[in-house]
């Protein structure tokens, strides 16, 4: 069932441009210069019920103002949105109760109190009956391992611990829809893996449907079950991740493993060199390529001990992609 | 109306974080009123007659102590809070909340002018015993119920008043200087500089119908008993009228102003 559907999803901004130096200060003091920007153009997408969708794309592409349209904060150009068979920009109370936005680089959350202050706020926002908030509350600081420390007033936390509080805030009235925008960013590696895996684990317990962006290609890749690749606001892929591998890459991994060291020039040749430690070298060759290079290094005795291939790595052919701006 | 409450005790919460400053607070927020008060005692004193357009000495120190008390339910913070929120982008944060803004922002600052209240409230009870001299004692129970409905109403006022030039940004995005602008204006309106029965004698009827007069000059007068009984309570009703006609442009500025917000910043 689909719970988000977007028809021609476009917005654009307009925006003011000035040159620099003090004379084109005051020339654009009296006499403004606008642009209008799309940031958005003709987005169609369905999203169905329990579903983790990523949305990727480069800076500017239309990732966080997608999410804006969808969650109501913005008023689409043209085109329409229905989310859960509610239009978002009516803002009626019973959807946005539905619904949650957790912005990275926004905290939501008190700073000069504890957090369990601002939890216990949200609680009455979103009429969370006792027993049910009792419960959210000790699932999701365990699950996020922060109980120790719901009593701490939040500006002593870390980064990464006042992203913990955020994901509780906006999980525990249990919202059919999350938002989240950049939820790791600036954090360490320790708590990017503690997050994707509280998302993995919250959307198998209760079919909460996810939309995440992200700069960090292991939070799509470890969490989400779809992509949607944008670039300079238009939809350039809709798909799984290994349909993105299928589709998109060109290459393959090759891992040679040698029983004493050579020389990884010598294999410049069938390859661009990613790698090569412990006498291990690593080769990205082209797909249509490898079963023949394959075949001559085993009839050559060349000291190989193993031979592996594999994907390209996700992250690598989605900036691919983004570089190359290609469009499916 | 639980969540709004709750929000109101929050905020006091949050002002009690701090405990220098709280303390420190108490003392400075102080300064102002001492030196409009030494300021009017020279004028006294230079003027020679002890009456300066009927006001005798107790009732200019009284009328700008109880104003400045009643002051602090002025929630210029509502506008200036809607108004930095429109600009770097973080109304999207509660515009996606089940709740009202205004609301929200109504009692989040009546829980600050509680907490400006007491403050001075308490420190004013600990001097009270050196200028007593100055000032008048003369509230009775009638004016004294209209003086709470009155602070009320104004306290009502202020916020959609602000809230409206706060979201002027909506257009401008920054509103910082119209607002500090209309700031001026209106505290001349409502009588803090002086008071408004000092205005030529036809204007003063229609500057005491003005929604600013129900700020501080109005509940002022209440206290020093100036003001008869019905005409405060018809003035209560002019007050109720401004609350009701502010809602209606509340309304219908936000309803057209948030179509202009392009939630900046990521």
Redesign the interface.
């Known amino acids: 069932m689909s719970i988000i559907n977007a028809y021609n999803l476009s917005k654009s901004y307009r925006i003011h441009e000035k040159q620099e130096g003090v004379k084109n200060t005051i020339k654009d003091f009296f006499n403004r210069k606008y642009t209008y920007k799309d940031a958005v153009i003709n987005l169609n997408m369905t999203i169905e019920k329990g579903e983790i969708i990523g949305l990727l794309g480069e800076n500017g592409a239309g990732k966080t103002t997608t999410l804006k349209m969808l969650s109501g904060i913005l008023y689409p150009t043209y085109g329409k949105v229905i989310v859960l068979n509610y239009t978002p920009t009516q803002r009626k109370k019973e959807f946005l109760k539905k619904i949650a936005f957790v912005m990275g680089n926004k905290s939501e959350i008190n700073w000069d109190l504890p957090a369990v202050d601002t939890f216990r706020y949200q609680k009455l926002v979103y009429q969370v009956p006792n027993e049910l908030y009792n419960k959210n509350i000790n699932l999701l600081a365990e699950m996020l391992n922060v109980k120790h420390l719901l009593n701490i007033q939040l500006r002593r936390l870390s980064l990464g611990e006042r992203m913990k509080m955020e994901l509780i805030n906006s999980f525990l009235y249990s919202p059919e829809i999350v938002f989240l925008d950049e939820p790791t960013i600036g954090l360490d590696l320790n708590s990017q893996i503690a997050i994707r895996k509280f998302l993995r684990q919250y959307r198998e317990e209760r079919k909460t449907t996810i939309i995440i962006t992200s700069h960090y290609m292991d939070d799509i890749e470890e969490t989400c079950d779809r992509v949607i690749l944008l670039s300079k606001g238009r939809k350039i892929f809709d798909g799984s991740i290994s349909e993105v591998s299928r589709l998109y890459s060109t290459n393959k991994v090759l891992q040679l493993v040698f029983d004493k060291a050579v020389n990884p020039l010598e294999f410049a040749k069938y390859g661009e060199i990613i790698e090569f430690k412990d006498n291990t070298l690593k080769l990205i060759i082209r797909k249509e390529q490898y079963k023949s290079i394959v075949t001559e290094l085993i009839g050559q005795n060349r000291n190989i001990t193993d031979i592996s291939i594999t994907n390209v790595p996700f992250k690598n052919i989605v900036n691919q992609i983004m570089a190359e701006g290609r469009i499916s | 109306m639980?969540?709004y409450l709750?929000?109101f005790k929050?905020y006091l919460?949050?002002s009690f974080?701090?405990r220098f400053d709280t303390v420190l607070g108490l003392v400075m927020s102080n300064i102002s009123i001492f030196i409009t008060i030494v300021f009017w005692l020279l004028v006294y004193r230079s003027n020679g007659t002890g009456v300066v357009n009927g006001y005798k000495i107790a009732d200019m120190v009284t009328f700008f102590v109880v104003s400045s008390l009643f002051r602090t339910f002025i929630l210029i913070g509502s506008g200036f809070e809607i108004s930095g929120m429109i600009k770097n982008?973080?109304l999207?944060?509660v515009?996606?909340?089940?709740?009202s803004i205004n609301m929200f922002l109504f009692w989040k600052y009546l829980s600050n002018a509680f907490y400006e209240f007491s403050k001075q409230f308490l420190f004013m009870l600990l001097v009270i015993p050196f200028f007593a001299r100055y000032l008048t004692w003369d509230l009775t129970v009638h004016s004294a119920i209209l003086l709470v409905i009155c602070l009320a109403i104004g306290t009502v006022i202020s916020h959609l008043i602000w809230m409206l030039l706060g979201m002027m940004a909506f257009w401008l995005e920054q509103a910082q200087a119209v607002m500090w602008s209309f700031a001026v204006i209106l505290n001349f309106l409502s009588g803090m500089f002086i008071p408004l029965d000092f205005f030529p004698r036809w204007s003063v009827k229609a500057l005491e119908m003005m929604p600013f007069a129900a700020f501080s000059y109005i509940p002022a007068k209440l206290y020093m008993n100036q003001l008869p009984f019905i005409k405060g309570a018809n003035l209560l009703l002019v007050y109720l009228i401004w609350v009701f006609v502010l809602m209606i442009l509340n309304m219908i500025v936000w309803r057209a102003g948030?179509?202009k917000?392009?939630?900046i910043?990521?």
């Not at chain 2, 515009?95 to 709740?99: E, F, L, R, S, V």
Request: aromatic fraction near 16%.
């Open positions: 639980q969540k709750y929000s929050l919460l949050t974080q701090y982008g973080e999207s944060k515009i996606i909340k089940p709740y948030i179509k917000y392009s939630a910043g990521g």
